[in-house]
């Protein structure tokens, strides 16, 4: 069984990820009825007891003592973590774990990256080898943050350069949050796309989530809640909507919006943690999902988002959750892959789902899917056993879609209205290391990505035929 | 003779358990009516305290299919696996051919061979290798390649029979036709025959014949399981002289794999219904012989929608072959076992006609029989085919043709490079198998 770590930055990813191991932790309560450490939990936390002389690390097998998530915390400045070191998450984090300043980054990609990036380096590593001697077989670094803010966007992409030089092989998956247009953030758009040029040179895979979209989706369960038709009751305590049943009794504004993200967290992760007739690893995802190495930006999308107490016709209910998947009030991102090309597609089911649900859906829905015609009937699918918390079966879909060149044109259109009159650049180019050089070059990187995803979308309309086959002498 | 099955990857690992799981109680069965207890000892070797534990070895690159696989086939009391008899690391092999083949083949190479070893010491002899693996993923694929190569060089004069179990057409990893044509072009050079199994038509025998509404993958697994105990359970063949042959893999890649371009074997069997049903059928030699001759010519790998109007074409009929020209089915060589009652005075002579065999084979050389007098696995009479044919020509070109579609683009070619795999590697494996594509294409009556 393999680790991961959650290495989380900035505002925004602090509060993810705090949501992300309430979220694990309930899950794993849930299953783990014995209280022993098992290779499940291992993935994701150390058993510490304290009595112990050294590290006090246990092996799996063994009670639950102390769990340690293997995290490490990074920000600039100190609320958010201290938040969370004062709420009822502070025993599963370690102070070892974090890195904290005080004065923030200003919201200035240039700050985080270059100026703390610099100053930091060196505790970054460190931090991040320890939590890596920890883990037995590291497989992959999740890294999540926002694009829009300074510490986020800035020393989180710092961070995840750090990575690749030093565990370059270890796969690193970025769930990154994207500003909505009406973003308070001014300067966001020059964070974007200033970040946007890291992850496309250094993460394996990025799972770009856009706050409008957890916003419409929230709105969207609310007023099923509300408006509901009676007869339909929500079921409130799952792990999607609440936090309820978990560890904190109130709910902070975006906790859950931040749930949704979570969640992502946990089903990617679900396969490789719990068992099932087609298991999908970590590192078959950015194997099966990234044809083309700058490519692979995936576009998630989640079902069920909420779930309806009365289920009396279970095979129909199974397969609304599989064209939900592709619907676009799903998807995580402002986007409709229906209507643009797909070059990947990635099923990851949980629950009491079998191979013949998957078959029979998977033939319903593809028709209606465009696919790239080299890879026409590329689906990587995976069946996980273990069911959600309070679900009878999910389903995660990561599409490696041309959906996402919109949302990239749309940044770039916001980047440019403020590049163009110079717009708060001097902030930029004070700091020590920028310079203007920095910024077209971000520039024409994401230039070459959108080039890249409009290329394959002008395939679309045409008819390819095959390349011929290599012919044999007789 | 003892055979070694060796599992790797998953689906080995779990197709494996059932096939143990089904030759178990089938040799328990058929120990009951003939108070022989030779049925056990090809797959299984028994310990000091009378247990049963079969000859396998189980490998895969992450620990969970084989923790499950190895605590299921301990509660079903009958039988288990040697406690030290299996291999696993942390983390899988990614769905990555090359990585299974160049990175965790060659590292874990002293550890498979020692496993390998010990378990081919506890045969009094050697009948051979059955690797059991899937194509589609990365462990199975690619480290199932690697130690098919290193039995070949340790066991020269041992045989080997791959067993493959090929995905769906419409894909559960996407790059599966990357790690098939790799897998089945090496395999050619190393392996005496391949026994294949396609999930789409196992699918198609749960939901047409055995009636099964939600199919799940130990409802394939347990298909091909019993197709495949047809196959290797004891039987009497034309060479072992009124015993049960003692080299089961030798007479059955000597009867079927003649020539080494033509080595890909399907199987079938009938009748094949739902457990509950058998009870009340009753089943005739003639019938079931018919059926199962019609199955093989046409081309159905069941005996559901048999296209009865396919017939051996005319002595006469044209020359050059292509692809798509009619339906009928040549073969090269069949082998046909028969189990149960009266199987002695089964008519077997609609398969010696030379009218389905290529021309340059003459029929008492491409026909063999295998009986039986034990009813196998609950059906009270069984036959199974085993049929170098071009039969599996259809999905091997499907699955060349999407692989090479994939190729001519170069997508997910970064991935394999990364491992060690170059482009040369991939054009080679395409060129071995447009070679088999072409030959099984020219087989003519």
Not at chain 1, 212 to 223: G, R
Not at chain 1, 248 to 273: G, Q
Not at chain 2, 233 to 239: F, G, R, V
Not at chain 2, 371 to 382: A, D, Q, W
Request: charged residues 20%.
């Amino acid at each position: 069984m393999t680790q991961s770590v959650v290495v989380q930055v900035g505002q925004c990813g602090n509060q993810v990820g705090c949501r992300f191991w309430d979220l694990a932790l309930r899950e794993h309560a849930h299953v783990n009825k014995r209280g022993l450490y098992d290779e499940a939990l291992s993935s994701f936390f150390r058993n510490v007891d304290s009595r112990k002389s050294y590290s006090g690390a246990c092996c799996v097998g063994g009670r639950i003592q102390r769990l340690k998530a293997r995290a490490v915390l990074i920000d600039m400045e100190e609320g958010v973590v201290n938040g969370i070191l004062q709420g009822p998450l502070r025993e599963v984090f370690d102070s070892t774990q974090l890195l904290t300043d005080v004065s923030g980054s200003g919201n200035n990609w240039a700050v985080g990256h270059l100026t703390y990036g610099s100053a930091y380096r060196e505790s970054i590593v460190n931090t991040l080898r320890k939590t890596a001697e920890h883990c037995d077989c590291l497989q992959c670094f999740f890294l999540i943050h926002s694009m829009g803010g300074g510490t986020g966007s800035g020393l989180g992409t710092r961070v995840l350069s750090l990575l690749e030089e030093e565990f370059s092989d270890v796969c690193r998956i970025v769930t990154a949050m994207y500003p909505s247009a009406e973003d308070d953030v001014i300067t966001s758009p020059y964070n974007s796309v200033l970040a946007m040029r890291e992850l496309t040179e250094h993460a394996d895979c990025v799972l770009p989530v856009e706050n409008q979209s957890l916003v419409d989706i929230v709105n969207k369960i609310s007023l099923m809640s509300h408006g509901a038709k009676p007869g339909c009751v929500l079921k409130k305590d799952c792990t999607v909507t609440s936090g309820h049943g978990s560890l904190s009794p109130t709910e902070k504004p975006f906790d859950a919006m931040n749930n949704i993200v979570a969640n992502l967290l946990l089903n990617i992760t679900s396969s490789a943690r719990f068992e099932g007739s087609l298991n999908m690893d970590l590192n078959e995802i950015a194997m099966n999902l990234v044809p083309f190495p700058r490519l692979h930006y995936l576009v998630p999308s989640l079902t069920p988002l909420y779930t309806l107490a009365d289920v009396n016709i279970p095979t129909r209910r199974l397969d609304q959750m599989f064209s939900d998947a592709f619907s676009k009030d799903h998807q995580l991102i402002r986007a409709d892959p229906k209507h643009s090309l797909y070059l990947a597609c990635a099923l990851m089911v949980r629950g009491n789902v079998q191979v013949s649900d998957l078959r029979r859906n998977i033939e319903r829905l593809r028709p209606s899917l465009p696919f790239v015609s080299w890879n026409q009937e590329g689906w990587k699918t995976g069946l996980c056993s273990v069911p959600p918390v309070g679900h009878s079966h999910s389903l995660l879909a990561l599409a490696n879609n041309t959906c996402v060149k919109p949302t990239f044109m749309e940044l770039r259109e916001r980047f440019t209205k403020l590049y163009r009159k110079k717009a708060h650049l001097h902030h930029y180019l004070h700091v020590d290391g920028m310079e203007q050089s920095i910024f077209s070059e971000a520039l024409s990187s994401l230039d070459a990505l959108i080039d890249e995803y409009h290329q394959l979308d002008a395939t679309k309309a045409r008819l390819t035929p095959d390349p011929p086959r290599l012919s044999i002498a007789r | 003779m003892s055979v070694v099955t060796v599992q790797l990857g998953q689906c080995g690992n779990q197709v494996g358990r059932e096939l143990f799981d089904v030759m178990c109680s089938d040799a328990q069965d058929a120990g009951r009516k003939t108070h022989s207890t030779a049925g056990w000892e090809r797959f299984f070797r028994q310990t000091t305290q009378g247990d049963l534990e079969a000859r396998a070895v189980l490998i895969d690159m992450e620990p969970k299919v084989i923790n499950h696989s190895m605590s299921r086939a301990a509660k079903s009391g009958r039988w288990r696996y040697g406690e030290t008899s299996h291999f696993s690391q942390k983390q899988g092999s990614g769905n990555n051919w090359a990585n299974g083949y160049c990175v965790h083949g060659p590292r874990h190479r002293d550890a498979v061979e020692e496993l390998v070893r010990r378990e081919v010491e506890h045969c009094d002899m050697l009948a051979g290798f059955i690797p059991m693996m899937s194509v589609a993923g990365g462990t199975g694929s690619g480290v199932g390649t690697f130690v098919t190569q290193c039995l070949r060089d340790i066991y020269p004069s041992a045989f080997v029979l791959n067993h493959l179990t090929w995905p769906y057409g419409t894909g559960e990893v996407i790059v599966q036709n990357y790690n098939s044509v790799l897998t089945l072009a090496h395999l050619y050079q190393l392996s005496d025959a391949i026994l294949v199994h396609e999930n789409d038509i196992v699918h198609r025998i749960c939901s047409q014949l055995l009636k099964i509404k939600q199919i799940s993958f130990s409802d394939i697994n347990r298909v091909i399981a019993h197709q495949l105990g047809g196959v290797l359970q004891p039987a009497l063949t034309p060479d072992s002289c009124g015993a049960n042959s003692r080299n089961p893999l030798g007479e059955l890649v000597g009867a079927l794999a003649c020539h080494p371009e033509y080595k890909l074997l399907s199987v079938s069997t009938i009748p094949q219904m739902a457990s509950s049903s058998i009870a009340f059928s009753t089943f005739s030699w003639p019938a079931l012989l018919k059926h199962l001759r019609q199955m093989l010519i046409s081309n159905t790998k069941m005996e559901e929608g048999i296209d009865w109007q396919v017939h051996p074409p005319p002595a006469s009929a044209g020359r050059t072959r292509t692809l798509t020209a009619g339906s009928f089915n040549t073969s090269l060589a069949n082998l046909l076992i028969l189990r149960g009652k009266d199987v002695y005075s089964a008519e077997t002579g609609g398969f010696g006609d030379s009218a389905i065999y290529t021309s340059w084979l003459p029929p008492e050389e491409a026909f063999s029989l295998w009986k039986s007098p034990v009813p196998f696995n609950k059906y009270e009479k069984s036959a199974t085919l085993v049929s170098n044919s071009q039969a599996l020509l259809r999905p091997l070109d499907d699955m060349v043709r999407k692989a090479w579609n994939m190729f001519a683009s170069r997508a997910y070619i970064h991935q394999y490079v990364k491992f060690g795999i170059s482009e040369e590697d991939f054009l080679d494996s395409f060129t071995s198998l447009e070679q088999v594509i072409s030959s099984y294409t020219q087989l003519q009556c």
